[in-house]
């Protein structure tokens, strides 16, 4: 996938060209520039990276401080915790693989409370214990559904693997028999991520990585050739900076990863893709942390997530790059609430392995905060005006299916206005019961984003005589339009009395402020339903709210404040009361529901419908 070997020989020549000639950092970069040209590499990573070189940074004393108080408190607690009852199977073992972090950071950290504590050599023995009784004799543990799993073992292995260093480093004689366990659960976890298989994209190089881990302790071939093999399928990264999967959790998890292969098997050409990723993480950070997740294709694109999960990857990089935009993610993150309990409390070991971590960070840097950036793969825009925030997304996998791997987020426009949020707008009609609305991409027309779908119901026509049968007993099929299933043979039935609905959404920006301009055409009569979702405990003005405090925008602006901070929109209209199971048949026949927790909004009317107004 990369051409390595090229790379390193022009670097080779640059860097020789330097010590003899002396030259400057700005005709390097020229240099650089002209002969890396073609070669998927960033020139920024690697300028970066060769003029930090020898230079000595000074370590973060008070983070290190943090981490460690903090990974005490937490020894503390498990200590607390009575002793598992070796009667009762678990089949999650990522509680007690984080035990064995936790444990042997504080143990080996001379700045610990319970640095070289007996009690510890005991919780060790019994956590390492219980993980070789549910190891199975091919090396794979489970994982609540996933029987003998390859990749969730890689995933216990990314706490044990940095643990095992640790232990390794430390000479204390108590410790021979824990070492001695924690190898044997490593070497057969080993034989397991050599030749066992995965399920999803990510799982690939979280084996890789658990490989990259054991190959660093006990180094073996086949654990490099497996990694070789696993990368010769190549690492997709689109040119919006998305990996396959599109989320906020696994590209985390990929980024962490990819790191660990590039420090552990000398292989920097991979920071290329982190680097990559974390910079349209940066654009997918709302300023209290909160991640973007509407356009996952996985399981968080119903979830909030924080950005804390980046944090050491933003700071590996920020470290090593010295760019700018991860050097603020670094200091915006070590400012939210969450940092103590998503990072302090456990990490300690993961920065006492990877030392480069303990570097200090600039504590300022000057980063735009007034952006407009348009994700045009995956359909998703997000713009920042000082303290308003936007996201658009028009970018969900059709058809529509609600399945893991497949994005299918019905959240078309967010908005927040400091501590205001709308959570989410939505449309939904009464068409068929084919519930939300679901853009066909997004066109952008200057600061104009059209949002288009079109959906279409079908009747059908009786069977041809060649298809009859006297029982009528036909074939279980699923209908043309795909909304259900009956014993109709629908593959040989002609389709007539086709009904079709065009819904257009141009959304105009302007410094902050939206204009919204709706259009839903078809069979007349058809009710429509505009959505709005915002944070809970707001104070809703403007609208009327009805006994299960849905609240109906009936006519001119209404208002929603929280914490001093407002949001306004208008002017409304109301047509129709009825705001009930706007999800399509797929949700419904079941009893299930797309409504969040919060303050809701409608607007309502009849096709054909048109509507215009404004959120500022």
Sequence with gaps: MFKTIEVKAVFSLIKESIMKHSMSRGEF???????????????????????????????????????????????????????????????????I??????????????????????????????????????????GTLDAGGNRQSPPDTAFILEYI???????????????????????????????????????????????????????????DTRYVNRIDEWLAEGIYLN?????????????????????????????????????????????????????????????????????????????????????????????????????????????LAFFMENEDLQKQ?????????????????????????????????????????????????????????????????????SFFRMGYFSSNGIVKEGNKYILTETKEADYYQPLAPEYRKPDGDYKLSESLDGRFWNKMDFDSRTKSNVKKQITVIEITENNGALSLDFKVDGPPNVEVTVEMCFNEKSIVNGATADEKKNYFLKNGYGEVATAGDAIKFGPGKCEHLNVENLESEQYTYHQGSLRTNGEHVYITGFTPFRHQMTIF
Aim: charged share 20%.
């Design 29 to 95: 970069i020229r240099l650089s520039s002209l002969s890396l040209g073609g070669v998927l590499m960033s020139n920024t990573l690697f300028v970066n990276d060769f003029f930090s070189e020898g230079t000595v940074s000074k370590e973060d004393l008070q983070l290190m401080k943090k981490l460690i108080q903090n990974n005490d408190t937490k020894v503390k607690s498990l200590l607390n915790r009575p002793s598992l009852d070796p009667n009762i199977r678990i089949s999650n073992f990522r509680g």
């Design 97 to 138: 693989a984080n035990t064995v972090t936790v444990c042997s950071a504080s143990f080996c950290n001379s700045g610990s409370e319970y640095y070289k504590s007996p009690v510890l050599v005991e919780k060790l023995n019994e956590a390492i214990d219980v993980l070789l009784k549910g190891q199975y004799s091919d």
């Design 161 to 219: 693997c940095p643990a095992a260093v640790l232990l390794n480093r430390s000479k204390q004689k108590e410790l021979a028999v824990v070492r001695e366990k924690v190898k044997q659960f490593i070497l057969n976890a080993g034989e397991a991520m050599i030749t066992g298989g995965v399920h999803t994209p990510n799982h690939r190089w979280v084996i890789c990585a658990a490989l990259a881990n054991i190959n660093a302790l006990y180094p």
């Design 239 to 347: 040119e919006d900076g998305h990996y396959s999967e599109r989320s906020g959790i696994y590209s985390a998890v990929i980024d962490k990863a990819l790191i660990t292969m590039a420090r552990l098997l000398k292989r920097p050409q991979l920071l290329e893709i982190v680097n990559k990723n974390l910079i349209t993480y940066f654009y997918y950070t709302e300023t209290n942390g909160d991640l973007v997740t509407v356009d996952s294709k996985r399981q968080d694109q119903f979830m909030a997530l924080k950005v804390t999960k980046f944090y050491w990857q933003y700071r590996y990089m920020a470290i090593r790059t010295q760019n700018p935009m991860f050097v603020y993610m670094v200091n915006t993150i070590e400012k939210l609430p969450e940092f103590t309990s998503d990072i302090l409390s456990d990490s």
């Design 361 to 429: 960070v600039p504590a300022e840097s000057n980063v735009p905060n007034d952006f407009e950036k348009f994700f045009v793969l995956s359909n998703l825009a997000r713009i920042r005006r000082e303290k308003t925030s936007i996201t658009l997304f028009g970018g969900n996998d059709q058809p529509v299916q609600i399945v893991s791997g497949r994005s299918s987020n019905p959240n078309f426009l967010m908005y927040r206005k400091g501590e205001a949020i709308l959570k989410y707008m939505r449309l939904s009609t």
